[in-house]
């Protein structure tokens, strides 16, 4: 194997050794797999798991991170020749925003469980709602705030956060001369070794601070918040994966960049941003990972439904007429099927009179079945009142 003895030595050429060529066949697969899982979803987007996602959130978070997981993952090839106040930029706005839209994209899980048990608790509740009282403007814009989703107040908060971000990353930029390629406070150094002073300077500590506080504050926040979700998504298990796998990156950089002592073995190879580089696969795969795991899963379980109701029809056909007619002087037609396709795959067919039964007999657990791990509780309260509705109008 060929490699550099010297590893990411900061000199006039570049590394495209047998490492450097391992990283850059690395991300261009990952690249592909990613852009490939975009293009699935927004196929499929139209699919209510998916749908309710938030797709276009989850999609510019992975893409805002991708921008700077291809930076650090051609770190060791470029060796340095990369500008450093481009990746100042870079790691300054680019990855704080998205990760800070990643974690915006976990709140919509949080979201929808409390609009879901909002709507239980409507549904529960036989109190008649008061009229509206008249407020004050002041009134009007908090009781508007108060109506606000969870995920569009992460919004909200994410874009005030962000504005400080890049103010603070512009006057810091203005006020740094080695960000701007003068690095004469470093002596006559060569431009490749004045790249590798600029990435040590403390300007790059509040990038680290925006870092520590999505990943750390806010995450672990939002792991306690979701804590009694249990869904059929796996969404809970997505989150909880990516929020956990973004922990150990910020500490392990900062442990790289500035104890060199300890890290110099591994930062000829393995170059500081890298520790962050696994966090930021687990949050792309799970994000994009997930959503197409349960499509497949969708897909699979529409097949089987549909063989199930053609191998029942075939059984019925080949009952003769008076088997059927003696049968049916028992049984309804929906119990012929039924108990046929029990006795074909071993499992009850979930018919759409198993559906009527469940919504006249079993209303309410269905209802709290859908809203809490299914998220589709607007579906059941929409058919119960449809029901409601018929029998009032039959009387």
């Not at 400080?164 to 690095?183: C, F, H, K, N, R």
């Not at 941003?273 to 379980?301: D, H, N, R």
Request: charged fraction near 15%; aromatic fraction near 14%; charge should be positive.
């Amino acid at each position: 194997m060929q490699l550099n003895p010297k590893g990411r030595d900061w000199g006039a050429i570049v590394n495209f050794d047998d490492l450097g060529k391992l990283y850059t066949v690395l991300i261009v697969i990952w690249t592909a797999w990613l852009f490939t899982g975009i293009a699935w979803l927004i196929w499929n987007r139209r699919l209510p798991f998916v749908r309710i996602r938030h797709l276009p959130v989850a999609i510019i978070s992975t893409l805002f991170l991708h921008i700077y997981l291809v930076k650090i993952m051609m770190a060791y090839t470029t060796n340095g020749h990369f500008s450093c106040s481009a990746e100042f930029w870079i790691m300054s706005v680019y990855l704080p925003l998205g990760i800070a839209l990643f974690q915006a994209n976990c709140t919509q899980l949080r979201s929808i469980a409390e609009r879901q048990e909002r709507l239980l608790a409507r549904h529960a509740s036989t109190d008649s709602q008061s009229p509206p009282r008249s407020l004050s403007l002041v009134g009007r814009m908090w009781a508007q705030w108060k109506d606000l989703s969870q995920a569009h107040k992460s919004y909200v908060f994410i874009g005030v956060g962000m504005l400080v971000q890049v103010i603070m990353t512009a006057a810091i930029y203005a006020t740094s001369p080695e960000l701007q390629g003068d690095w004469s406070s470093y002596g006559d150094l060569p431009y490749n070794r004045g790249q590798g002073k600029c990435r040590r300077s403390a300007a790059w500590v509040p990038s680290a601070f925006w870092q520590l506080f999505w990943t750390w504050v806010y995450g672990p926040y939002e792991l306690y918040r979701i804590r009694h979700v249990r869904d059929t998504h796996h969404w809970r298990l997505q989150t909880i994966l990516c929020i956990v796998a973004g922990l150990p990156g910020t500490p392990l950089w900062l442990g790289a960049l500035f104890a060199n002592i300890t890290f110099r073995p591994v930062n000829r190879w393995f170059v500081p941003p890298m520790w962050l580089a696994p966090g930021i696969i687990v949050m792309q795969a799970c994000t994009i990972g997930f959503p197409i795991y349960e499509t497949f899963e969708y897909s699979k379980a529409k097949r089987q439904h549909a063989d199930s109701l053609q191998s029942a029809s075939t059984m019925i056909n080949s009952v003769d007429y008076e088997e059927k007619k003696d049968f049916r002087v028992e049984h309804s037609a929906e119990t012929l099927l039924t108990a046929i396709h029990s006795q074909f795959t071993g499992r009850t067919l979930y018919s759409k009179a198993a559906l009527d039964f469940a919504l006249h007999q079993m209303s309410a657990p269905l209802l709290h079945f859908a809203a809490t791990k299914d998220f589709s509780g607007e579906n059941i309260v929409f058919l119960t009142s449809v029901i409601r509705w018929r029998a009032a109008w039959a009387q």
